[in-house]
């Protein structure tokens, strides 16, 4: 048996969180991601991603008053919250926070780096 490639040793699994999830009344799935950011965000409510073909639309929140480097994205879906076809949108999501909104930090509390798209 031929020793472990480092490229896909066990040293390098991350256990990730998922966001905290929720059925809502009229049948869609939301998901809820802790974000923290490097620096302030832009308080209020801000759309980040929406793919109808899917039924997947997220929105950051970040808080008027306090601290203003942490967060919420909301994702609201038709698929159950965990579907493989939400994968993509939520990672997407993540990118376009991080590139356009501000720097995530972390996501549930571990490093972004953890989470796609940043490996």
């Known amino acids: 048996m031929e020793p472990e490639s480092n490229e896909y040793s066990a040293a390098f699994l991350r256990p990730t ?5 929720t059925r809502l009344d009229d049948g869609r799935w939301e998901t809820v991601w802790a974000l923290s950011f490097t620096a302030p965000a832009p308080a209020g409510e801000t759309p980040v991603h929406r793919n109808d073909r899917i039924g997947f639309r997220s929105t950051l929140r970040v808080p008027d008053e306090g601290d203003r480097t942490a967060g919420q994205l909301r994702v609201v879906t038709e698929e159950e919250a965990m579907s493989a076809v939400n994968y993509p949108e939520t990672f997407t999501s993540f990118r376009l926070v991080h590139e356009t909104v501000a720097a995530i930090r972390t996501i549930q509390g571990l490093p972004r780096e953890w989470y ?3 490996r």
């Open 17 to 21: 969180k998922w966001g905290e999830i």
């Open 116 to 118: 796609a798209p940043f």
